[in-house]
């Protein structure tokens, strides 16, 4: 079992720039793949990017060139650097941790670009 807890969300202007950060209870080096995802209202959830244990990164067309994924195995982390935030990144963010036999989710932070 694995607890995720992400911080950094809020509020920030379009043009702006925030970092999200997830926590792990454990020690994540042996996790395949961490990654966020988000939720914007009335949206399903979908992937933003990924990052494998190796650090291959993956990233949704919509924030590539504008964020930034990165995994710290010491530190049990896994940030998410957004910059040049639009409006159209408000959502509810969330940490997963997943691999061939688990999946876990974070309960998410709100990010709310201002126009």
């Known amino acids: 079992q694995v607890q995720l807890v992400e911080s950094g969300g809020g509020l920030v202007q379009a043009g702006g720039s925030l970092r999200l950060s997830c926590a792990a209870s454990r020690n994540t080096f042996s996790i395949n793949t961490m990654g966020w995802y988000r939720r914007a209202p009335g949206k399903q959830r979908e992937l933003v990017a990924t990052?494998?244990?190796?650090?291959?990164?993956n990233y949704a067309d919509s924030v590539r060139g504008r964020f930034t994924i990165s995994r710290d195995g010491a530190k049990n982390t896994v940030d998410l650097q957004m910059n040049t935030l639009k409006s159209e990144d408000t959502a509810v963010y969330y940490c997963?941790?997943?691999?061939?036999?688990?999946?876990?989710w974070g309960q998410g932070t709100q990010v709310t670009v201002s126009s």
């Open positions: 997963n941790a997943r691999g061939l036999t688990y999946n876990y």
């Open positions: 990052i494998t244990s190796g650090g291959s990164t």
